[in-house]
């Protein structure tokens, strides 16, 4: 088993190979044969990785940690070299476990949903390249081998998000995406440049635990974790670095999957775990703590993505609001020490909302790629496979008990209510509100698409001026999705069902799989206690409640469907505020007005005036001053022998006139 581990880097290669493969023959492979090749090797990578678990968990105390270097990867003065290298940990094979895993299940997803594409076989490399790169971020043994594949992830957003560039808004978005990210990017430099710089490292097992940061001070350890939690913020789309995601849904389905539930958006929860020293030494000092701003940051994203999701009438982009929320009740649970309850919340989050989004892209294929759910309704008897599924996750996300959701969801919420003072209470205030508000604005999606009247007729009856049921007919009604589709539902359906038993919270010890498993990778970081038994209960009783109001507030506004007008009557009750919420709050368009405009205007000022004008124009007066002096000395050069000897003469006299004087 042992030779797993030194075989770490088979995982990110095979689908890497995949990519190869596919790009160079996939048009002479042909469809759908490119597809299951890529399946086959993102799929083979995921049963190396359940081997490799098999092998970490067999060994004990420092064989949890093992370091895997291939080769040198550059060296530099003195002691200083970067190994190419991957770490194998407990954190680490979690991650590579359900990107595999998951990224199997939407590979082979891809290739019912891609049929016919022109593009097909490039899609799948973009797809293989994408989960090569994620394994390898999560992998690396160093900041900077997961800067690597960080940015890699980064390229094959671009490429995938605008996939289909023949339309604009695809293009904008995939620029929107990877314009946004390097500003995160660029903190996430940052915070390297700083660590290298105190400690001439960047390799992980340098910094195993706060510990090993004594020595440096507490103002600028707070510098780092805050420089990495921009990068993070980046990647995970936290507030104000958010804008970027729900665009995303441009792209086709599968990769709306694959950011959202398996690759992307999970790194920067990843970043911030692995670094938990820099923010446990923070939060130990005086000052600012990195970890309150982070726990923060994810409360005000989860509470305002979930605002907005509520009024969001397409079915990708619901879920994507989804996620922002959902990603900063991870953050928040980081932000208080939690890091087990954030990362438990991450695995079953790739169950549910992969499944969610794998679940909005069979009905719009069955519904021949319609995606506002006012022209839906009533697909439950259409597609009910789907329908099924679409309800498991449903039931997952909105924290109803026994489903994965309720688990990690409650865990969070119990930690960051004992984690501290009157913050703790208000960040638990925060998260129930949005738990609230994620069981209304997913029970409106399910009964929107699923229950009520079938709207799909009357939308056809409008747009082709037939009457609705022959124009269904003509096109065909809603249909269910073919095996390789609905196959991935079931399997992420039955994982959205028994997830949450991977870490029981308020039992014994012995049942919290999950977080004895991560313990070596978290040395140091603080245990927080739910106190007893009773307030647990009582809190994870509060949190189902919660979840159950927002459930029945759904149910009863929904139940029928729209009215007969079309009118939502979320936007009839919250007046004014509704145009707010369908906007995000006009922090898109708030954004661009203000690049536009004073952002442009200062950048040209500082290109203008600062650099042509001051700096330029100082560099360029002193080359022509020296131009100009030369010029007044050049014309002295006569080529004259007797304006030499003149001079000459001068200057003889002027010597002897001036040590006459002297010896006056």
């Known amino acids: 088993m042992q030779r797993f581990l030194d075989l770490v880097w088979v995982i990110p290669a095979l689908p890497a190979l995949g990519a190869v493969i596919v790009l160079l023959f996939g048009k002479r492979i042909g469809e759908p044969k490119a597809g299951y090749i890529a399946t086959a090797t993102i799929g083979t990578s995921f049963v190396w990785s359940v081997f490799t678990f098999f092998a970490l968990q067999s060994q004990h105390g420092e064989g949890r940690h093992h370091v895997y270097n291939l080769w040198k990867w550059f060296a530099g003065t003195g002691d200083f070299h970067v190994n190419f290298g991957f770490l194998v940990d407990p954190l680490s094979v979690t991650m590579i476990l359900f990107v595999t895993g998951i990224g199997t299940l939407i590979h082979l997803y891809s290739v019912g949903y891609m049929h016919g594409d022109p593009r097909y076989s490039r899609f799948f ?357 073919p095996i390789t589709m609905t196959l991935p539902l079931l399997v992420l359906g039955a994982l959205s069902i028994v997830g949450g038993f991977l870490s029981l919270p308020f039992t014994k010890p012995n049942l919290e799989f999950l977080a004895r498993w991560l313990e070596p990778s978290l040395e140091g970081a603080k245990d927080i206690h739910p106190g007893a038994f009773t307030s647990g209960f009582l809190l994870s009783v509060g949190a189902v409640v919660v979840g159950i109001i927002g459930i029945a507030i759904g149910f009863t506004v929904y139940k029928r469907g729209l009215p007969d007008d079309g009118v939502d009557p979320v936007e009839t009750k919250l007046g004014p505020l509704a145009n707010v919420l369908e906007n995000a709050y006009f922090f898109d368009i708030g954004l661009a007005k203000f690049v536009s405009g004073p952002a442009t205007k200062f950048a040209t000022f500082l290109a203008e005036g600062i650099d042509r004008k001051t700096i330029d124009g100082a560099v360029n007066g002193v080359g022509r001053t020296v131009k100009e002096a030369g010029d007044g000395l050049r014309r002295m050069q006569t080529g004259l022998v007797r304006n030499y000897a003149l001079g000459i003469v001068a200057g003889v006299a002027m010597l002897i006139a001036y040590m006459w004087t002297r010896a006056i």
């Open 125 to 481: 490399a973009y797809l293989n390249l994408f989960a090569a790169s994620m394994l390898v971020l999560v992998l690396g043994s160093s900041f900077l081998m997961t800067f690597m594949g960080w940015e890699g992830v980064g390229l094959c957003s671009y490429l995938l998000i605008s996939f289909w560039f023949e339309k604009n808004s695809a293009a904008v978005a995939g620029k929107k995406a990877f314009v946004t990210n390097r500003v995160g990017d660029f903190g996430f430099m940052l915070g390297m440049f700083l660590i290298f710089s105190k400690f001439g490292t960047l390799d992980y097992v340098r910094f195993g635990s706060h510990e090993a940061l004594t020595g440096v001070s507490h103002t600028t350890v707070t510098a780092m974790a805050l420089l990495l939690f921009v990068g993070a913020m980046g990647k995970s789309a936290q507030v104000p670095l958010h804008i970027w995601l729900p665009d995303a849904m441009e792209g086709p389905t599968p990769v709306s999957a694959l950011i959202h539930a398996a690759t992307m958006v999970t790194a920067g929860v990843f970043l911030v775990s692995r670094a938990h020293a820099f923010f446990d030494f923070s939060a130990i000092g005086n000052g600012i703590h990195a970890g309150t701003v982070v726990a923060w940051v994810g409360a005000i994203t989860a509470l305002g993505a979930a605002t907005v999701a509520i009024r969001q009438n397409d079915i990708k982009r619901v879920l994507a609001y989804s996620t922002l929320s959902q990603l900063g009740y991870m953050f928040l649970a980081c932000g208080v020490g939690a890091y087990t309850a954030g990362l438990f919340h991450m695995v079953t989050h790739a169950f549910f909302k992969a499944l969610l989004f794998l679940g909005s892209g069979s009905v719009i294929h069955g519904m021949h790629h319609e995606q506002d759910m006012r022209k839906m309704g009533g697909l439950r008897k259409f597609m009910p496979i789907t329908g099924a599924t679409f309800i498991i996750g449903w039931l997952a996300i909105a924290g109803v008990p026994p489903f994965a959701g309720f688990w990690s969801k409650d865990e969070i919420l119990a930690k960051a209510f004992f984690s501290g003072g009157a913050q703790g209470k208000a960040l638990w205030a925060v998260g129930m509100l949005a738990a609230l508000l994620t069981a209304f604005y997913m029970t409106r999606q399910v009964w929107m698409v699923f229950f009520g009247n079938e709207r799909f007729r009357d939308s056809l009856a409008d747009d082709h001026g037939h009457d609705g049921h022959d124009d269904a007919n003509a096109q065909g009604d809603p249909h269910e999705s």
